[in-house]
C-alpha cells in the first residue's frame, strides 16, 4: 500500500553553516566595528549577543537572510526575548524540530476534512500518510502544501509504491 511521512526538519549542518557566515559578516561589517557581537549554536538554539537592542535587530535580519540562503525556513525559528546581561543583551532562537502532538492532530483533521481516500497516523514526531492510489497521495501533499492553517514548514519523504 502506497505511503509516504509527513515531518518538518531542519538540517543542522546548514543552519551551522548560516551562523558561521553570519558571524564572518559581523566581523566585516561597519557599524559592527569595534562592537562585541557574535552568533553562537548549541543544540538547536541560536544565541545573538551584543551591546545594544537596535544592534540585536540588525543581527537577527542579518541571520535570516543567511538561513534563508541556506534554504532553511524562517517559520522554524522561535524568536525568544531579549535578555540584559550586564553591559550586554542577548537573544536566544530555537529551532523547532518535529511535528508537536496538537499540530500532529490537526494535521490528520484536515486530511480527514477533505475526504480524501487516505489514512493519516500520527508517529511520534511525524504523520504517516497511506492510500490505495499514488494520486490521492500527490493530491494530499499538494493540499497540504497550500493549506494557510499549518504555519510550520513540511516535508514529505519515505514515499513508498
Not at 551551522?16 to 557574535?38: C, H, I, M, P, W
Request: proline share 2%; net charge neutral.
Amino acid at each position: 500500500m502506497p505511503s509516504f511521512d509527513i515531518v518538518s526538519e531542519v538540517d543542522m549542518h546548514e543552519a551551522t553553516n548560516a551562523v558561521d557566515q553570519a558571524n564572518r559578516e559581523l566581523s566585516t561589517r561597519y557599524d559592527f566595528k569595534g562592537v562585541e557581537a557574535s552568533y553562537s549554536l548549541k543544540d538547536s538554539i541560536i544565541t545573538q549577543t551584543t551591546d545594544s537592542d537596535f544592534q540585536l535587530n540588525q543581527m537577527l535580519d542579518i541571520l535570516y537572510s543567511k538561513l534563508t540562503k541556506r534554504g532553511i525556513e524562517l517559520a522554524c525559528l522561535e524568536v525568544g526575548k531579549i535578555i540584559p546581561t550586564g553591559k550586554q543583551v542577548k537573544q536566544e532562537l530555537t529551532i523547532k524540530q518535529g511535528i508537536e502532538t496538537d499540530l500532529a492532530k490537526k494535521i490528520v483533521k484536515l486530511i480527514k476534512e477533505q475526504k480524501l481516500k487516505v489514512q493519516a497516523a500520527i508517529q511520534g514526531e511525524k504523520v504517516r500518510v497511506t492510500g490505495k492510489k499514488r494520486d490521492d497521495l500527490q493530491q494530499t501533499i499538494q493540499f497540504l502544501k497550500s493549506s494557510d492553517e499549518i504555519k510550520l514548514p513540511l516535508q514529505f519523504e519515505n514515499f513508498r509504491d
